[in-house]
T-cell receptor, first 117, second 113 residues
Framework: DTGVSQDPRHKITKRGQNVTFRCDPISEHNRLYWYRQTLGQGPEFLTYFQNEAQLEKSRLLSDRFSAERPKGSFSTLEIQRTEQGDSAMYLC???????????????FGEGSRLTVL | SQKIEQNSEALNIQEGKTATLTCNYTNYSPAYLQWYRQDPGRGPVFLLLIRENEKEKRKERLKVTFDTTLKQSLFHITASQPADSATYLCALRAVWGYSTLTFGKGTMLLVSP
């Protein structure tokens, strides 16, 4: 078990470009979460998947953001037409759980730091 | 609106003392509360979970209390060490629905030798 891995760890892009982040969760975990964190703030929820189904999405999430988990394993988070305000650390986490039981800790990856110039 | 409040000012203590961090919340009926540790540039790491029907939980030098009447959790680190210096995040998950884990802003702890 290598834990949650995220790629790339760092990404610098120009405003208006599209970026994609990948997350590989712990293999037996059925839940996968994306969070965003800016300096001095706690992680802010973006979206989460149970297996391949996207069950919840933050109301704050712009239409420029899209996430997929096509086979219930790895996930991608794409940001289209990036803006400077998108600069943040994008954190992926995974956990075990089912629809009725909101239990268990989250296992976070090391994050993907995005800088939009 | 729902709020989770943690002291934004860093807590500075001397090695060997007990550190106490506070997490207050409003407009939540949490099923449980969790504490995480986060080092600079790293992802958060889970420390402890306490359920709504539990008053206190311990793990080695860590202790968490949960008072649903006061809507407050206290996180204690006894015999603190410089290696305990980090940001500590409180997180809540509400009882119903698919609501996910919501984090506070965290409190930075600095333990000096």
């Amino acid at each position: 078990d290598t834990g949650v891995s995220q790629d790339p760890r760092h990404k610098i892009t120009k405003r208006g470009q599209n970026v994609t982040f990948r997350c590989d969760p712990i293999s037996e975990h059925n839940r996968l979460y994306w969070y965003r964190q800016t300096l001095g703030q706690g992680p802010e929820f973006l979206t989460y998947f149970q297996n391949e189904a996207q069950l919840e999405k933050s109301r704050l999430l712009s239409d420029r953001f899209s996430a997929e988990r096509p086979k219930g394993s790895f996930s991608t988070l794409e940001i289209q037409r990036t803006e400077q305000g998108d600069s943040a650390m994008y954190l992926c986490a995974s956990s075990l759980g089912d629809r009725r039981m909101n239990t268990g800790e989250l296992f976070f990856g090391e994050g993907s730091r995005l800088t939009v110039l | 609106s729902q709020k989770i409040e943690q002291n934004s000012e860093a807590l500075n203590i001397q090695e060997g003392k007990t550190a106490t961090l506070t997490c207050n919340y409003t407009n939540y009926s949490p099923a449980y509360l969790q504490w995480y540790r986060q080092d600079p540039g790293r992802g958060p790491v889970f420390l402890l979970l306490i359920r709504e029907n539990e008053k206190e939980k311990r793990k080695e030098r860590l202790k968490v209390t949960f008072d649903t009447t006061l809507k407050q959790s206290l996180f204690h680190i006894t015999a603190s060490q410089p290696a305990d210096s980090a940001t500590y995040l409180c997180a809540l998950r509400a009882v119903w629905g698919y609501s996910t884990l919501t984090f506070g802003k965290g409190t930075m702890l600095l333990v000096s030798p």
